[in-house]
């Protein structure tokens, strides 16, 4: 087990090539190889469009834990559009 201090792993930015809106990744851990399991913490401020639940009025936050495989954790898709969120309600 290795215990991390807050503020001691910087928050990056969620890039535009697979966000829209303001998103913030807070990494939680990284689990050493041989493990392959990595978490963080996904910020959603209002308006940031994903299939998450952020809304124009209201932030979400959810824990995304992955294992990673060949060297990948995630299989981007394509942006959703304003049209298709405001489908989907």
Do not use: C, N
Not at 72 to 81: A, H, P
Request: charged share 20%; proline share 8%.
């Amino acid at each position: 087990m290795e215990i991390k201090r807050v503020g001691s792993q910087p928050s990056g930015k969620g890039p535009s090539e697979w966000f829209t809106g303001t998103v913030r990744i807070d990494p939680l851990f990284q689990a050493p190889d041989p493990a392959l399991v990595q978490g963080a913490s996904v910020t959603f401020e209002p308006g940031a469009k994903h299939w998450h639940g952020a809304t124009p009025t209201t932030g979400m936050t959810h824990i995304a834990i992955q294992e990673r495989k060949d060297g990948k954790v995630v299989d981007w898709m394509e942006q959703v559009s304003d049209q298709q969120y405001r489908a989907g309600k």
